[in-house]
T-cell receptor, first 114, second 114 residues
Framework: AQSVTQLDSHVSVSEGTPVLLRCNYSSSYSPSLFWYVQHPNKGLQLLLKYTSAATLVKGINGFEAEFKKSETSFHLTKPSAHMSDAAEYFCVVTYYNQGGKLIFGQGTELSVKP | DTEVTQTPKHLVMGMTNKKSLKCEQHMGHRAMYWYKQKAKKPPELMFVYSYEKLSINESVPSRFSPECPNSSLLNLHLHALQPEDSALYLC?????????????FGPGTRLTVL
């Protein structure tokens, strides 16, 4: 079965330090991969997406992710955390002809300390 | 216009009430979705509409009744809900359903069933 694993349920960083949120997917098919962010009591906002073009994907607010097929990973990084980055982050995968079904990871809560 | 709007923001209803949630997008998207999200969990897909026709129902109880009056609007009619139905209900849209397209989410309706 296709699945997405976010390796950390909670990550805590200090403001100004790098952020790394880890995501692995499992499938034999070519996926599209996304990272979404959800601030408390808000909807999900798309940070970035990978759809088989460049393996290093740049997103909004300074985030980027690298698709590594050999490792089936799609980790999210940011060089310098800001207080406003504190939120829940979801790694998401979808496959062609799946009727729009998104497969969500369980989420990683990012805390940013002053 | 690149957003999905949802009304109301908050809804409190008794188990015998009938209410409706509304979702609207003007991005020309032909796929629209309803999700249910419980606290600290990823969204769970409920329904998918493609070209105004219901294409996926994820075995949702009949007390939830979706409706797509036109390509821009999506409703979710609620009747005889249970307290465990209390959750954040998210609407999303994408260009097409059976593709790699990302989904754009609305801010959600926070539903409380008493």
């Amino acid at each position: 079965a296709q699945s997405v694993t976010q390796l950390d349920s909670h990550v805590s960083v200090s403001e100004g330090t790098p952020v790394l949120l880890r995501c692995n997917y499992s499938s034999s098919y070519s996926p599209s991969l996304f990272w979404y962010v959800q601030h408390p009591n808000k909807g999900l906002q798309l940070l970035l997406k990978y759809t088989s073009a460049a393996t290093l994907v740049k997103g909004i607010n300074g985030f980027e992710a690298e698709f590594k097929k050999s490792e089936t990973s799609f980790h999210l990084t940011k060089p310098s955390a800001h207080m406003s980055d504190a939120a829940e982050y979801f790694c998401v995968v979808t496959y062609y002809n799946q009727g729009g079904k998104l497969i969500f990871g369980q989420g990683t809560e990012l805390s940013v300390k002053p | 216009d690149t957003e999905v709007t949802q009304t109301p923001k908050h809804l409190v209803m008794g188990m015998t009430n009938k209410k409706s949630l509304k979702c609207e997008q003007h991005m020309g998207h032909r796929a629209m979705y309803w999700y249910k999200q419980k606290a600290k969990k990823p969204p769970e897909l409920m329904f998918v509409y493609s070209y105004e026709k219901l294409s996926i129902n994820e075995s949702v109880p009949s007390r939830f009744s979706p409706e797509c009056p036109n390509s821009s609007l999506l409703n979710l009619h609620l009747h005889a809900l249970q307290p465990e139905d209390s959750a954040l209900y998210l609407c999303a849209s994408s260009l097409e359903a059976f593709s790699y397209n990302e989904q754009f989410f609305g801010p959600g309706t926070r539903l409380t069933v008493l």
